[in-house]
Protein backbone atom coordinates (compact mmCIF):
# COMPACT_ATOMS: atom_id res chain seq x y z
CA UNK A 1 0.00 0.00 0.00
CA UNK A 2 3.36 2.13 1.15
CA UNK A 3 4.52 1.83 -2.51
CA UNK A 4 1.84 2.40 -4.20
CA UNK A 5 0.83 5.78 -2.25
CA UNK A 6 5.05 6.82 -3.35
CA UNK A 7 4.29 5.87 -6.82
CA UNK A 8 0.99 7.67 -7.39
CA UNK A 9 2.35 10.54 -5.81
CA UNK A 10 5.41 10.84 -8.25
CA UNK A 11 2.84 10.35 -11.34
CA UNK A 12 0.94 13.43 -9.70
CA UNK A 13 4.11 15.05 -9.50
CA UNK A 14 5.81 14.30 -12.62
CA UNK A 15 2.28 15.24 -14.41
CA UNK A 16 2.09 18.52 -12.95
CA UNK A 17 5.95 19.30 -13.63
CA UNK A 18 5.09 18.58 -17.08
CA UNK A 19 1.85 21.10 -16.98
CA UNK A 20 5.02 23.92 -15.74
CA UNK A 21 4.62 26.42 -18.48
CA UNK A 22 7.55 27.12 -20.47
CA UNK A 23 9.96 30.23 -19.60
CA UNK A 24 8.45 33.70 -21.53
CA UNK A 25 11.42 34.36 -24.60
CA UNK A 26 12.79 37.50 -24.66
CA UNK A 27 11.86 39.72 -27.35
CA UNK A 28 13.53 41.63 -30.12
CA UNK A 29 11.31 44.05 -31.98
CA UNK A 30 12.37 45.37 -35.72
CA UNK A 31 10.50 47.60 -37.47
CA UNK A 32 11.73 47.75 -41.42
CA UNK A 33 10.71 48.45 -44.71
CA UNK A 34 8.05 46.24 -46.47
CA UNK A 35 11.28 45.28 -49.26
CA UNK A 36 13.04 43.55 -46.04
CA UNK A 37 10.34 41.16 -45.61
CA UNK A 38 12.10 38.50 -47.17
CA UNK A 39 15.74 38.44 -46.14
CA UNK A 40 14.93 39.67 -42.88
CA UNK A 41 12.58 37.00 -42.26
CA UNK A 42 15.67 34.94 -42.88
CA UNK A 43 17.48 36.86 -40.63
CA UNK A 44 15.63 36.56 -37.43
CA UNK A 45 15.41 32.84 -38.26
CA UNK A 46 19.24 33.05 -38.14
CA UNK A 47 19.07 35.09 -34.87
CA UNK A 48 16.98 32.82 -33.00
CA UNK A 49 18.63 29.89 -33.77
CA UNK A 50 22.14 31.46 -32.48
CA UNK A 51 20.31 32.66 -29.50
CA UNK A 52 17.91 30.16 -27.91
CA UNK A 53 14.77 31.47 -26.29
CA UNK A 54 14.74 34.89 -28.39
CA UNK A 55 12.01 35.84 -30.49
CA UNK A 56 11.77 38.43 -33.29
CA UNK A 57 9.42 40.14 -33.83
CA UNK A 58 9.50 41.81 -37.47
CA UNK A 59 6.78 44.61 -38.58
CA UNK A 60 6.79 45.62 -42.01
CA UNK A 61 5.46 48.92 -43.48
CA UNK A 62 6.44 51.56 -45.48
CA UNK A 63 9.27 53.01 -44.34
CA UNK A 64 7.73 56.40 -43.60
CA UNK A 65 4.69 54.37 -41.68
CA UNK A 66 7.67 52.72 -39.65
CA UNK A 67 9.30 55.99 -38.15
CA UNK A 68 6.15 57.50 -37.72
CA UNK A 69 4.91 54.59 -35.44
CA UNK A 70 8.03 55.48 -33.53
CA UNK A 71 7.79 58.81 -33.17
CA UNK A 72 4.02 59.57 -33.64
CA UNK A 73 2.69 56.81 -31.69
CA UNK A 74 5.19 55.88 -29.62
CA UNK A 75 5.14 52.12 -30.34
CA UNK A 76 8.12 50.32 -28.53
CA UNK A 77 11.07 49.21 -31.25
CA UNK A 78 14.56 48.17 -30.88
CA UNK A 79 16.02 48.10 -34.62
CA UNK A 80 14.55 50.30 -37.80
CA UNK A 81 15.44 49.75 -40.92
CA UNK A 82 14.59 51.82 -44.02
CA UNK A 83 14.33 51.16 -47.68
CA UNK A 84 15.91 54.95 -47.91
CA UNK A 85 18.39 56.11 -45.28
CA UNK A 86 17.09 59.42 -45.38
CA UNK A 87 14.05 58.67 -43.58
CA UNK A 88 15.53 57.71 -40.57
CA UNK A 89 18.14 61.24 -40.80
CA UNK A 90 14.65 63.40 -41.40
CA UNK A 91 12.38 61.93 -39.08
CA UNK A 92 13.90 59.99 -35.95
CA UNK A 93 17.29 61.97 -35.70
CA UNK A 94 18.09 63.18 -33.38
CA UNK A 95 14.78 62.68 -31.05
CA UNK A 96 14.17 58.86 -31.51
CA UNK A 97 18.13 57.79 -32.88
CA UNK A 98 21.29 59.28 -32.76
CA UNK A 99 22.82 57.73 -36.09
CA UNK A 100 22.40 55.63 -39.15
CA UNK A 101 24.42 53.09 -41.37
CA UNK A 102 23.77 52.22 -44.76
CA UNK A 103 23.66 49.22 -45.37
CA UNK A 104 21.95 48.02 -48.84
CA UNK A 105 21.37 48.98 -52.34
CA UNK A 106 18.95 48.30 -55.28
CA UNK A 107 17.07 49.61 -58.16
CA UNK A 108 13.32 50.78 -59.24
CA UNK A 109 12.11 48.09 -62.35
CA UNK A 110 8.16 47.58 -63.69
CA UNK A 111 7.04 44.11 -62.63
CA UNK A 112 4.04 42.53 -64.28
CA UNK A 113 2.75 38.83 -65.03
CA UNK A 114 1.98 36.60 -67.77
CA UNK A 115 -1.42 37.68 -67.59
CA UNK A 116 -0.76 41.32 -68.03
CA UNK A 117 -1.94 43.29 -71.12
CA UNK A 118 0.84 42.95 -73.62
CA UNK A 119 3.11 41.54 -71.55
CA UNK A 120 4.60 39.34 -74.57
CA UNK A 121 4.80 42.84 -76.14
CA UNK A 122 6.48 45.07 -73.39
CA UNK A 123 10.44 46.00 -73.81
CA UNK A 124 12.69 48.68 -73.54
CA UNK A 125 11.43 50.68 -76.40
CA UNK A 126 7.62 51.07 -75.45
CA UNK A 127 6.74 50.66 -71.93
CA UNK A 128 5.84 54.27 -71.44
CA UNK A 129 3.56 53.78 -74.09
CA UNK A 130 1.90 50.65 -73.15
CA UNK A 131 1.25 51.97 -69.57
CA UNK A 132 -0.21 54.96 -70.68
CA UNK A 133 -2.51 52.83 -72.96
CA UNK A 134 -6.11 53.33 -71.83
CA UNK A 135 -6.92 50.21 -71.26
CA UNK A 136 -3.68 49.35 -68.97
CA UNK A 137 -3.13 49.73 -65.67
CA UNK A 138 -0.53 50.15 -63.33
CA UNK A 139 0.08 50.50 -59.59
CA UNK A 140 2.22 52.23 -57.37
CA UNK A 141 3.25 52.99 -53.52
CA UNK A 142 2.21 56.05 -51.44
CA UNK A 143 4.96 58.69 -51.31
CA UNK A 144 4.07 59.75 -47.98
CA UNK A 145 4.15 56.23 -46.83
CA UNK A 146 6.56 54.63 -48.44
CA UNK A 147 10.65 55.40 -50.16
CA UNK A 148 9.50 53.12 -53.05
CA UNK A 149 6.33 55.31 -53.94
CA UNK A 150 8.01 58.79 -53.47
CA UNK A 151 11.05 57.28 -55.72
CA UNK A 152 8.63 56.13 -58.43
CA UNK A 153 7.67 59.91 -59.16
CA UNK A 154 11.31 60.42 -59.03
CA UNK A 155 11.67 57.30 -61.92
CA UNK A 156 8.78 59.25 -63.93
CA UNK A 157 10.43 62.93 -63.35
CA UNK A 158 13.42 61.31 -64.82
CA UNK A 159 11.82 59.58 -67.65
CA UNK A 160 10.75 62.61 -69.06
CA UNK A 161 14.11 64.04 -68.92
CA UNK A 162 15.44 61.47 -70.22
CA UNK A 163 13.39 60.50 -73.26
CA UNK A 164 12.94 64.29 -73.65
CA UNK A 165 9.00 64.05 -73.47
CA UNK A 166 7.57 67.31 -72.06
CA UNK A 167 4.46 66.36 -69.94
CA UNK A 168 5.39 62.36 -69.57
CA UNK A 169 5.73 62.80 -66.11
CA UNK A 170 1.87 64.37 -65.35
CA UNK A 171 0.39 61.93 -67.30
CA UNK A 172 1.95 58.89 -65.65
CA UNK A 173 1.32 59.81 -62.56
CA UNK A 174 -2.36 61.06 -62.52
CA UNK A 175 -3.29 57.60 -64.32
CA UNK A 176 -4.81 54.82 -61.92
CA UNK A 177 -4.50 56.39 -58.81
CA UNK A 178 -7.05 54.43 -57.26
CA UNK A 179 -4.26 52.10 -57.11
CA UNK A 180 -1.64 53.67 -55.19
CA UNK A 181 -1.27 51.62 -51.60
CA UNK A 182 0.41 52.40 -48.64
CA UNK A 183 3.22 50.28 -49.52
CA UNK A 184 4.87 48.51 -52.37
CA UNK A 185 4.53 45.27 -51.49
CA UNK A 186 0.64 45.96 -51.02
CA UNK A 187 0.86 46.03 -54.78
CA UNK A 188 1.06 42.56 -55.17
CA UNK A 189 -1.77 40.79 -54.58
CA UNK A 190 -3.60 43.35 -57.24
CA UNK A 191 -0.93 42.46 -59.77
CA UNK A 192 -2.13 38.68 -58.85
CA UNK A 193 -5.98 39.29 -58.75
CA UNK A 194 -5.65 40.99 -62.37
CA UNK A 195 -6.36 44.39 -61.00
CA UNK A 196 -3.27 45.85 -62.36
CA UNK A 197 -1.39 44.60 -65.05
CA UNK A 198 2.14 46.69 -64.18
CA UNK A 199 3.47 48.25 -60.96
CA UNK A 200 6.56 49.81 -60.24
CA UNK A 201 8.37 48.01 -57.20
CA UNK A 202 11.87 47.22 -56.40
CA UNK A 203 14.09 44.53 -58.40
CA UNK A 204 14.71 42.33 -55.25
CA UNK A 205 11.26 42.02 -54.70
CA UNK A 206 10.39 41.20 -57.72
CA UNK A 207 13.11 38.53 -57.91
CA UNK A 208 12.13 37.23 -54.25
CA UNK A 209 8.23 36.59 -55.78
CA UNK A 210 9.05 35.00 -58.44
CA UNK A 211 7.71 37.76 -60.69
CA UNK A 212 8.30 39.08 -64.73
CA UNK A 213 10.06 42.44 -64.99
CA UNK A 214 11.35 44.82 -67.12
CA UNK A 215 15.37 46.79 -66.19
CA UNK A 216 14.45 50.41 -66.73
CA UNK A 217 17.66 52.79 -67.98
CA UNK A 218 20.18 53.58 -65.07
CA UNK A 219 19.66 57.11 -65.80
CA UNK A 220 16.07 56.81 -64.35
CA UNK A 221 16.56 53.67 -61.92
CA UNK A 222 18.03 55.18 -59.43
CA UNK A 223 20.89 52.75 -59.10
CA UNK A 224 24.15 54.09 -60.12
CA UNK A 225 26.13 56.28 -58.02
CA UNK A 226 28.02 57.68 -60.86
CA UNK A 227 24.58 59.61 -61.90
CA UNK A 228 23.94 60.77 -58.80
CA UNK A 229 23.92 64.51 -60.41
CA UNK A 230 21.58 63.53 -62.63
CA UNK A 231 19.33 61.27 -60.44
CA UNK A 232 19.62 65.41 -58.45
CA UNK A 233 18.12 67.12 -61.02
CA UNK A 234 13.95 65.99 -60.68
CA UNK A 235 12.65 66.36 -56.87
CA UNK A 236 9.53 64.70 -55.01
CA UNK A 237 7.72 66.74 -51.47
CA UNK A 238 6.53 64.49 -49.26
CA UNK A 239 4.84 64.94 -45.38
CA UNK A 240 7.22 66.13 -43.16
CA UNK A 241 7.60 65.70 -39.07
CA UNK A 242 4.52 68.08 -38.68
CA UNK A 243 0.86 68.37 -40.29
CA UNK A 244 0.98 71.06 -42.81
CA UNK A 245 5.32 70.49 -43.06
CA UNK A 246 6.70 68.95 -46.48
CA UNK A 247 10.17 67.57 -47.01
CA UNK A 248 11.85 67.96 -50.49
CA UNK A 249 13.65 64.38 -51.83
CA UNK A 250 16.11 65.14 -54.33
CA UNK A 251 16.72 62.42 -56.61
CA UNK A 252 19.70 59.93 -55.55
CA UNK A 253 20.73 56.38 -56.08
CA UNK A 254 18.76 53.99 -53.93
CA UNK A 255 20.66 53.33 -50.19
CA UNK A 256 18.97 51.56 -46.90
CA UNK A 257 19.44 52.66 -43.89
CA UNK A 258 19.44 50.85 -39.87
CA UNK A 259 19.26 52.00 -36.63
CA UNK A 260 18.87 51.26 -32.80
CA UNK A 261 16.13 53.13 -31.67
CA UNK A 262 17.59 55.69 -28.45
CA UNK A 263 15.34 54.14 -26.03
CA UNK A 264 14.84 50.41 -27.71
CA UNK A 265 13.61 48.11 -24.45
CA UNK A 266 15.33 45.28 -25.48
CA UNK A 267 18.89 47.13 -26.31
CA UNK A 268 20.90 43.80 -25.66
CA UNK A 269 18.78 41.94 -27.84
CA UNK A 270 19.75 44.90 -30.30
CA UNK A 271 23.33 45.41 -29.95
CA UNK A 272 23.56 40.99 -30.49
CA UNK A 273 21.27 41.24 -33.56
CA UNK A 274 23.75 44.26 -35.21
CA UNK A 275 26.15 42.33 -33.99
CA UNK A 276 25.39 39.27 -36.11
CA UNK A 277 23.72 41.39 -39.17
CA UNK A 278 27.36 42.73 -39.39
CA UNK A 279 30.39 41.72 -38.11
CA UNK A 280 29.23 37.76 -38.33
CA UNK A 281 28.51 39.53 -41.93
CA UNK A 282 25.19 37.00 -41.47
CA UNK A 283 22.72 39.75 -42.28
CA UNK A 284 24.76 41.32 -44.90
CA UNK A 285 25.33 37.90 -46.73
CA UNK A 286 21.30 36.88 -46.76
CA UNK A 287 20.39 40.33 -48.15
CA UNK A 288 23.09 39.89 -51.16
CA UNK A 289 21.61 36.61 -51.32
CA UNK A 290 17.92 37.96 -51.91
CA UNK A 291 19.51 40.63 -54.37
CA UNK A 292 20.36 43.74 -52.29
CA UNK A 293 24.22 44.14 -52.34
CA UNK A 294 25.32 45.69 -49.43
CA UNK A 295 27.05 48.90 -49.85
CA UNK A 296 29.36 49.09 -46.39
CA UNK A 297 31.26 50.95 -45.64
CA UNK A 298 29.27 54.33 -46.84
CA UNK A 299 29.39 58.30 -45.61
CA UNK A 300 27.19 59.12 -42.54
CA UNK A 301 26.17 62.15 -40.89
CA UNK A 302 25.81 60.39 -37.73
CA UNK A 303 29.09 58.82 -37.95
CA UNK A 304 30.67 59.59 -35.04
CA UNK A 305 27.26 58.02 -32.56
CA UNK A 306 28.01 54.73 -34.22
CA UNK A 307 28.46 52.32 -32.05
CA UNK A 308 32.11 51.39 -32.00
CA UNK A 309 31.74 47.74 -32.54
CA UNK A 310 30.03 48.28 -36.01
CA UNK A 311 31.56 51.71 -36.80
CA UNK A 312 34.17 49.71 -39.27
CA UNK A 313 31.00 49.68 -41.51
CA UNK A 314 30.83 53.39 -42.34
CA UNK A 315 32.62 56.16 -43.41
CA UNK A 316 32.70 60.00 -41.91
CA UNK A 317 31.18 62.36 -44.12
Aim: glycine residues 4%; contains cysteine.
Amino acid sequence: MKLKTTICFFAVLFSLWGCVPDKPKKKLIIFHAGSLAVPFKQIAKAFEEKYPGTKVELEASGSRTCARKISDLNKPCDIMASADYGVIDNLLIPEYASWNLKFASNEMILAYSHKSKFHDKINSTNWLNILLNKNVTYGRSDQNSDPCGYRTILTAKLAEKFYNRHGLADSLLNKDNEHIRPKEVDLLALLEAQVIDYLFIYRSVAEQHNLQYLLLPDSINLKKTELSEFYKTVTVDVSGKSPGKTITHNGEPMVYGITQITDAPNANLATKFLKMFFVDSVGIKIMEQNGQPSTTPMPSDSYNNIPDFIKQFALPN
